[in-house]
C-alpha cells in the first residue's frame, strides 16, 4: 500500500523536528504556535503512515480480517483528530468516537500537546457512560495492534452494558437515512431511557412491521425511496397502528399538511432540541396506551 514508509516516517520525524527548532528559536507569540501546529501536523502525519503500514501487515496474515477492520477504524479516529486541528484552536486531550452501543461510547483519546517522537504512548482508548458522564474503562497506548485488540474488547464490553441496561425499557424505531442523525438520535433516547431500533429506509422497516416491538416511530419525511409520509400510509392501510412522529428540514408546508393527514401525534423541524423530542415520544406512548 505505501512504498519505503521507514522513509516517509522519517521525513515527517524531520519536518517536525525543523518546526521544532523554529518554534523555540522564535520570540514571536504568533510564528510560535504556528510551527507548533506545524510540527503537530507531521507528527499526526507519522503516526498515520505508521497506522496504515499496520493495516497492511494485518492483511498478510490469516485470518486477520478482524483486527484490520479495528485497526482501520483507529486510524480513521485518529486522522479525524487532524481534521479538528486544521480548524480549532489545539487543546491539552481530543477524542474521536469508534463505536457507540447505547448510551456507551468507545472512543480514541489523544493528549494533543505531548505527541511523542515515536509510539503511540500518546493514546489511549476508553469507554465512557454518556448517562453517568464518567469514564468506566480504558486501556492506555502501546503498539498500534494493542490499541486494536483493546478497542475490540471495549466495544463487546459496551455492547453488552448496553443490553444489560437497555433490556425492557421501551423500544422506539427512528428512520432516517442519513447516519448522522440515526447515531444522534440514537444516543440523545438512550440517555433519556430508551431503546432504538435503527432503520436507514422505510423498506428496512416494512420488512421487520410485523414483529416489530417499537413504542412510537420517529420519521424523517423526505427518505430515499418511500417516503416517510407513504411509509405512514402503508402502515396504517395494513393495520399497523404505530404512533408517528415525522420530523424534516423542509419548511414547506405540504410536507405538514401531508404528515397531520397520515395521523401523526408531532411534526418536528429539524433541528429540534432533545427535549422536544422526548417530549413528544412521551406523548405518543401515552397515546398508544390510552388507545389499547
Known amino acids: 500500500m505505501l512504498q519505503n514508509i521507514a522513509d516517509s516516517i522519517k521525513y515527517c520525524l524531520d519536518r517536525a523536528a525543523a518546526a521544532r527548532d523554529q518554534a523555540e528559536k522564535t520570540t514571536d507569540r504568533v510564528l510560535k504556535a504556528e ?20 493495516v497492511e501487515n ?3 496474515e490469516p485470518g486477520s480480517t478482524t483486527a484490520a477492520a479495528w485497526h482501520q477504524r483507529i486510524l480513521d479516529a485518529y486522522n479525524s483528530l487532524a481534521l479538528k486541528d486544521a480548524h480549532e484552536e489545539c487543546g491539552d486531550q481530543r ?4 463505536v457507540h452501543h447505547g448510551p ?23 469507554l465512557f457512560d454518556h448517562h ?3 469514564v468506566i474503562d480504558s486501556s492506555s497506548g502501546g503498539r498500534p495492534e494493542d490499541l486494536s485488540a ?9 455492547e453488552y452494558l448496553s443490553l444489560e441496561v437497555t433490556s425492557g425499557l421501551p423500544s422506539i424505531a427512528i428512520i432516517d437515512d442519513d447516519p448522522e442523525i440515526l447515531e444522534a438520535l440514537d444516543l440523545t433516547l438512550s440517555s433519556h431511557g430508551y431503546r432504538s431500533a435503527l432503520f436507514a429506509s422505510a423498506e428496512d422497516f416494512l420488512d421487520t412491521a410485523a414483529t416489530s416491538e417499537a413504542a412510537c416511530l420517529v420519521v424523517d419525511i423526505q427518505l430515499g425511496g418511500v417516503s416517510g409520509v407513504e411509509l405512514g400510509r402503508q402502515l396504517s392501510a395494513s393495520g399497523f397502528t404505530f404512533p408517528i412522529i415525522f420530523m424534516t428540514g423542509s419548511r414547506d408546508e405540504l410536507h405538514r399538511r401531508q404528515a397531520m393527514d397520515c395521523g401523526c401525534v ?27
Open 150 to 158: 483493546a478497542a475490540e474488547a471495549l466495544c463487546s464490553k459496551a
Open 104 to 126: 456507551y461510547e468507545v472512543r480514541l483519546v489523544e493528549l494533543s500537546r505531548s505527541l511523542p517522537a515515536e509510539g503511540t504512548g500518546h493514546l489511549w482508548l476508553e
Open 132 to 134: 453517568h458522564k464518567r
Open 95 to 98: 477524542t474521536a468516537s469508534l
Open 266 to 292: 408531532a411534526f418536528l423541524l429539524k433541528p429540534f432540541p432533545a427535549d422536544r423530542l422526548i417530549e413528544a415520544i412521551t406523548s405518543a406512548i401515552d397515546s398508544k396506551t390510552i388507545l389499547r
Open 35 to 54: 510551527y507548533r501546529h506545524e510540527e503537530l501536523g507531521w507528527l499526526r502525519l507519522a503516526r498515520s503512515y505508521e497506522f496504515a503500514n499496520s
Open 58 to 60: 494485518f492483511l498478510r
